[in-house]
């Protein structure tokens, strides 16, 4: 079956970094945009990241400069390293793949950013 699996989310301190993953399998994640999504209680959810086929990168611009999306095509997944972490971070973080015939979602990882 189709499945992304996120990796990496948990508690950190203010100003840490964390790196979150997302595995792909039953898809070629190569051949998908990708993107990190975050939503916290009772907000909409938010593109915070995106990564095109070849590799164009788009971020928001709360994150920008702070936050990375990359790729691994070799282990069919997508990563987002988070630098300068803010309480404002604080979030359930969605990895998503999306292409003319579908879009996939992952379960969601917390991440929590406090002292």
């Known amino acids: 079956q189709v499945q992304l699996v996120e990796s990496g989310g948990g508690l950190v301190q203010p100003g840490g970094s964390l790196r979150l993953s997302c595995a792909a399998s039953?898809?070629?994640?190569?051949?998908?945009?990708a993107a990190w999504y975050r939503q916290v209680p009772g907000k909409q959810r938010e593109l915070v990241a995106a990564?095109?086929?070849?590799?164009?990168?788009n971020y928001a611009d709360s994150v920008k400069g702070r936050f990375t999306i990359s790729r691994d095509n070799a282990k069919n997944t997508v990563n987002l390293q988070m630098n300068s972490l803010k309480p404002e971070d604080t979030a359930v973080y969605y990895c998503?793949?999306?292409?003319?015939?579908?879009?996939?979602w992952g379960q969601g990882t917390q991440v929590i950013v406090s002292s």
């Open positions: 990564i095109t086929t070849g590799g164009r990168t």
């Open positions: 998503n793949g999306n292409n003319a015939v579908r879009s996939v």
């Open positions: 039953g898809i070629t994640f190569s051949i998908y945009v």
